[in-house]
Structure formats: C-alpha cells, structure tokens
C-alpha cells in the first residue's frame, strides 16, 4: 500500500489499539489538524470457492495462490481456518483536531480515533 504523498517523510504519531492485541492502525496527524489512518485489515472478505469445498487450507492456499510465499506456520492441514483477502485502506479525517483542541491527553485522543473509526465502518457498511 502506497503511502499518501502528504505523509512524505514523516514519521508516524503514534498508533491506535483497534482491537486489542490484534489490530493496530497507524496514526499520522498533518498540520496539526488531519489525522491520517493506515488500516491494515479494512473489511477483509474470506476467499471463496467451490473447488475446494472441504479441503484443508493448505490445498487452498497451494492452489489458488502458489505465488503468496506465506509463512506455513499458520497454514494448517485441516478445514478449521479461513484464507483472508486483506484489504488495506487509508482513511484520513480531515480538520479533526479543531473539535478535539480541548483534549489534553494522547489517550482520549486515542478513544476518538476509534469512536470515528467505528463510525466509519457504519457508514461504509450500511
Ligand atoms: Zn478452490
């Protein structure tokens, strides 16, 4: 995923818990007022397909993407899994800091991020 040419040589903020211990998105604030967030795992969708009905993941994944030189540490040979297509997205909110310039602390900054965040699902997926 390509980085948005406004985050040129800048270094990111700090990151944002989105589900504990398993999902960190990236945050960069610009101009002291555009938050800038590098989704690593936006809606990602379960491979599908009728080829394989019952087959363990490792037949899958060997069939249908030889080319993912994926760890085989977490390809399993049985059917209790899920191959995952991940998405990536950047999402970028925008004058977000105007509204937020009372909060003092990193943290509740944190806790707003992720109340957009999740807003942002809503409205995506609705
Ligand atoms: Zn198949």
Redesign the pocket.
Known sequence: MTKPVELKNLKQDFSVDFIPNKCKFGVWVVNENDVYIQCRDWFSPSFQ????LG?PISV?TE??FPEKKTSKKFIYDDNWGDVVLRNEAWVVFRDMLDDMRSWEEWQRMEIGIRMRMCRKMEETTN
Request: glycine share 0%; net charge positive.
């Open positions: 397909c009728d080829c394989c087959a899958r069939r249908h």
